[in-house]
């Protein structure tokens, strides 16, 4: 009978650690998952290599064109662990990483985009009135998107430079518009402030031109009169 309660209690036991073992799983493998992040090869490099272990000295196993994207699983040492879309896994150096695409895929998205947008355009064209409401609309999305990927491709190019002086240059760049920006305003007023001179120096020199007449027709006229009144008196002699 001991025996028989013995070996009951080892099976209770045994279900209660497998219990106790199933909730400490249950509980604690959605954190490893989540603790999983979504990063790209950046565009900081050409290529980057993928190894089998962390240190330059470990065999090669791939190489990773920038924007590919992988799933960092752990990160040691400035190396990180991550596994690719096909399911195989290595070791790349965390500089590598970037927590958004490269601006060239992203540049090259946004020019796909584009000219999708473009052939809608083109399309749209030849419709009707109806159509042509639409067509304005993707004339708009057409010319943010362009300018959007002129952004993309200016911070593209700028990266990939790797200019010393872009802050400065940037920031330079930035006074100069404002600058221009002020001229600008200060040339609009100052030729609003020339046309009104040139208004009011018309003006005066009309009015002085008609002073001028009045006052030579008014001199006209007392010569006239004074010429008729010297004829008057000689008669009278």
């Not at 272990?53 to 992988?70: A, D, F, H, Y």
């Not at 090259?108 to 584009?114: G, I, P």
């Not at 473009?118 to 159509?131: M, S």
């Not at 030729?191 to 040139?198: C, D, I, N, R, V």
Request: hydrophobic fraction near 35%.
């Amino acid at each position: 009978m001991e025996m028989v309660n013995f070996r009951q209690f080892v099976v209770n036991a045994g279900a209660l650690i497998f219990l106790c073992l199933t909730s400490v799983f249950t509980i604690f493998l959605p954190s490893v998952t989540d603790a999983a992040t979504m990063l790209y090869v950046s565009d900081t490099t050409l290529e980057a290599n993928l190894r089998s272990g962390t240190s330059q000295e470990n065999r090669i196993i791939g190489m990773l064109k920038p924007g590919t994207q992988v799933t960092v699983v752990l990160e040691e040492d400035g190396w990180a662990k991550v596994t690719l879309e096909d399911g195989r896994t290595g070791w790349i150096l965390r500089r590598y990483l970037s927590e958004r695409p490269p601006w060239r895929v992203t540049a090259e998205k946004l020019a796909t985009e584009n000219e999708q947008l473009r052939a809608q355009v083109g399309t749209i064209k030849g419709g009707n009135q109806d159509l042509l409401q639409k067509n304005k609309e993707l004339q708009k999305q057409v010319d943010l998107q362009q300018r959007e990927l002129e952004k993309v491709s200016r911070n593209y190019e700028e990266l990939k430079n790797s200019s010393t002086n872009y802050l400065n240059l940037k920031m330079a760049y930035e006074n100069l518009q404002k600058g221009t920006r002020q001229s600008n305003a200060k040339l609009d007023k100052v030729e609003k402030a020339y046309g009104k001179l040139k208004t009011s120096t018309g003006i005066r020199w009309f009015l002085s031109g008609a002073g001028v007449l009045l006052l030579g027709w008014l001199l006209g006229s007392s010569v006239a009169r004074l010429r008729r009144r010297r004829s008057s008196d000689y008669y009278k002699l």
